[in-house]
């Protein structure tokens, strides 16, 4: 069957080499096609130093490429908004979000890793849509790996950076909620012989599983990012309904005992709702969460989608409040919104995709 092959984002060079020895081919080919892969190169045919017929071994004996590119949109910005549709296993054919974020110094790709969300934050667009399953840790890793082919067959403006150096798994789901996938894909972007990343440079955001964020903080404590939306108990029991499995009480107690290196810090993300968790009341319960030696807060302007029931507070608005979470000692920032002309936040392609093809 298809879906136990091994898959070639994600394989190991020990994994390969073993592999293609068993075919009597040489060690060093396993790292000359690991090389393609790094790059972004995932069709065996497009492997130019490599002979036809390990090509088409390769093709016929891996997934080599678990995702197919189903639409792209560039924002004015240089952000990069992508819809794969998958092509193997359980969830051929089902539909994934990724987007490419450049800055000057920087280039992020915040990647999926299920295909909808059990959670049901109703806030959020991905919520509203049906879970279909976890991703693989090849389908979450190919994601990557689309995002820097594009960047290599169309490059970006000279002055934005158009290099993959981080990686956030902001996407569609609950990373935590896939730990099998999350935790062999975070392997895979550490790998010195695979995307050589370092923890630094990778951040999981999480609803707020507490035991899985303990085992994350064991197996890979990549950087931290809690969708924390509200710091009291009733209104996050609203908004981010898993806080009645863990309410803010264990989680503040998780996140204290969340292993952190030198100079890292958790960020606590703060979607801002008009009238809902905007008010002067928020300020004081949020100064009241966070440990400020560990933690900083990050506002996130809400993203509206259609149906939605929710407004975002102003501009103006997060900047005041941003202020006074400031005069309380807290590292607080307004998150400066991208790609906002191609609707850049989870779920929104995939769902207008939806809807296009129900129209045709
Ligand atoms: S905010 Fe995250 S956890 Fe909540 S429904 Fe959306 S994708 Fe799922």
């Known amino acids: 069957m298809q879906q136990n092959l091994p898959q070639l984002p994600v394989i190991t060079l020990e994994k390969l080499t073993a592999l293609i020895a068993s075919w009597g081919v040489p ?12 790059r972004g190169i995932l069709n065996p045919a497009d492997m130019l130093n490599i002979p036809e017929e390990l ?14 590119l189903v639409q792209r949109q560039c924002s004015s910005d240089g952000t990069r908004k992508y819809l794969f ?6 969830l051929k054919g089902k539909m994934v979000e990724s987007v490419y974020i450049p800055e000057e110094k920087r280039g992020t790709v915040c990647i999926s890793s299920q295909v909808g969300c059990v959670l ?34 169309e490059p970006l403006a000279a002055e934005l ?35 050589k990343l370092s ?48 309410p803010l009480q264990e989680l503040r107690q998780c996140l204290n005992r969340y292993s952190l290196g030198k100079q890292r810090h958790i960020t606590l993300e ?48 997060m900047n005041e409040f941003a202020k006074q979470l400031i005069s309380k000692g807290i590292r607080a920032t307004v998150r400066r919104s991208r790609g906002q002309d191609i609707m850049a936040a989870c779920g929104q392609l995939k769902a207008g995709n939806r809807a296009e093809n129900r129209e045709s």
Request: charged share 25%.
């Open 27 to 38: 060690n060093y080919r396993a790292k000359q096609v690991l090389q393609w892969r790094n």
């Open 120 to 153: 049901d934050c109703p806030f959020c667009h991905t919520g509203t849509q049906d879970f279909e399953g976890n991703l693989s840790s090849g389908e979450i890793i190919a994601q990557v790996l689309a995002v820097k082919h594009d960047l290599l067959k």
């Open 270 to 317: 703060y979607v801002m709702l008009d009238g809902i968790n905007d008010r002067p009341e928020d300020v004081e319960l949020l100064a009241g969460f966070v440990n400020l030696d560990r933690e900083r807060v990050n506002l996130i302007s809400f993203n509206t989608y259609p149906g939605s029931s929710y407004t975002g507070s102003s501009k103006q608005h």
């Open 55 to 68: 090509r088409e071994r390769l093709s016929s004996s891996l997934v080599c490429e678990p995702l197919k």
């Open 161 to 195: 950076n158009a290099s993959v150096t981080h990686v956030v798994y902001m996407g569609m789901g609950e990373p935590l909620a896939n730990e099998e996938g999350v935790h062999e894909s975070l392997s895979s972007l550490t790998d010195p012989d695979g995307l």
């Open 85 to 90: 549709m998958l092509t193997s296993g359980r």
């Open 199 to 246: 923890k630094r440079r990778i951040t999981l955001s999480t609803s707020g599983l507490v035991p899985q964020i303990d085992r994350l903080g064991e197996v890979a404590s990549v950087n931290l990012a809690i969708s924390l939306h509200a710091a009291e108990n009733r209104l996050r029991d609203a908004l981010v309904p898993i806080n009645r499995k863990y």
